[in-house]
């Protein structure tokens, strides 16, 4: 009897190799695509986005290519309650989050997961860039080969439970290889271009998408410098982010930068350069992937964002859940929302959100 997989179709030119690949290693494959948003601008786009109806139907023809059957699954609900509520009243408190991780860690590895188990699946794949080992009876998320396009850090949630069952066909392979692959397959988006902007906010314009969604306007503020003196207004606080320099719309001697963002008297801290540096900060939520729940400090390289270059660090737990790291040498731009996720080497050892 052959083994069952459920392959996270995006319509992309990953998850569609990662499917074809899975089928070569005699799986029988179900392929399945999230709908998740069902905003009319998401449904007309097709550039630099994921989860469009163009994105659905390169992924049902991928699949017909392939021979597998295709799935539609209906996540708004989820995806609503779980990304984007949460994405809104982030910016809405100053806090800047990452919604692909918070993607990963309900919509593709917990309510596909059950899908899965429904459908007689064994494992879900998807199209992600990394890797999954298994040694001395425990699973390892790592980096993928190619270091370029690791995508580690948005996974680093994942559950020794959810490791055992996931796969990650494109983990040892680049992108080179994979559209070369495509191509020899003659798939339609063996060329499709790459996603870039959060799925649900295709045009980047994060605060119009909250205010369209809320139906709100946001009160102006005052801009202050670390000693309280007033320097102009903004604008409202969802349109900044911790290290922003270009709208500001202040004239000054020196650049200034958004250093900190106080959603409780509703104003915004600008500093220069330097002060956007720091060598500390407090994460929560902490998810263990390499090792049990840490008890004493130790080292590691800490990732602070997706484009950030992980950096050596001293992690101390400080109870419920929580830990402080201090680094080596200060940080630019540390952002509540954020994650911090830590890493022996090419292995993710875990990681939790920067509060």
């Known amino acids: ?23 070569k290693q005699g799986y029988e494959c179900i392929g399945a695509t999230m709908k998740l948003y069902g ?42 309650e779980k990304v984007i509520r949460k994405f809104i009243s982030c910016y809405e408190n100053g806090i800047t989050p990452n919604p ?30 990394a890797d999954i080992e298994y040694e001395d009876g425990r699973y390892f998320l ?33 992108k080179t290889d994979i559209r070369k692959i495509a191509a020899e397959q003659g798939f339609i988006n063996a060329d499709k271009h790459e996603s870039q902007d959060i799925c649900f906010v295709p045009n980047g314009d994060y605060t119009g998408f909250i205010e369209k969604h809320t139906g709100r306007s946001y009160p102006k503020g005052d801009f202050v410098d670390r000693n309280g003196n007033v320097l102009g207004q903004h604008k409202g606080i969802i349109h900044y982010t911790i290290g922003q320099r270009k709208g500001l719309g202040i004239s000054n001697d020196m650049p200034l930068y958004v250093c900190r963002i106080n959603a409780g008297d509703n104003t915004i801290v600008l500093g220069s350069y330097k ?17 049990s729940p840490a008890t004493g400090t130790f ?36 952002t509540k929302g954020q994650a911090a996720v830590f890493y022996d080497g090419d292995i993710v050892i875990g990681g939790g959100v920067i509060v």
């Open 142 to 174: 790592k980096k993928a080969a190619d270091k370029r396009k690791d995508q580690s850090y948005v996974l680093y949630s994942l559950t020794q439970e959810q490791l055992a069952h996931t796969v990650f066909p494109c983990g040892k392979m680049t």
């Open 299 to 334: 080292r590691a390289m800490v990732k602070i964002r997706y484009r950030h270059t992980e950096e050596p660090a001293t992690i101390t737990p400080t109870g419920n859940g929580n830990v402080h790291i201090v680094f080596d040498e200060p940080q630019r731009a540390i």
């Open 1 to 23: 009897m052959k083994k069952r997989a459920l392959i996270a179709m995006s319509g992309g030119v990953d998850s569609s190799v990662a499917a074809y690949l899975m089928k």
């Open 275 to 291: 002060e956007l540096f720091s060598h500390e900060l407090d994460a929560a939520d902490l998810r263990w992937s390499a090792i």
């Open 39 to 80: 905003g009319i601008d998401v449904a007309k786009c097709n550039k630099k986005t994921c989860c469009s109806l163009n994105d659905m139907c390169d992924a049902r023809a991928v699949c017909d290519k392939i021979g597998m059957e295709h799935h539609i699954f209906d996540f708004k609900d989820d995806f609503d």
């Open 100 to 129: 692909c991780i918070d993607c990963n860690r309900y919509l593709k590895f917990e309510a596909l997961y059950a899908k899965a188990k429904e459908l007689g699946c064994t494992v879900i794949a998807t199209g992600h860039y």
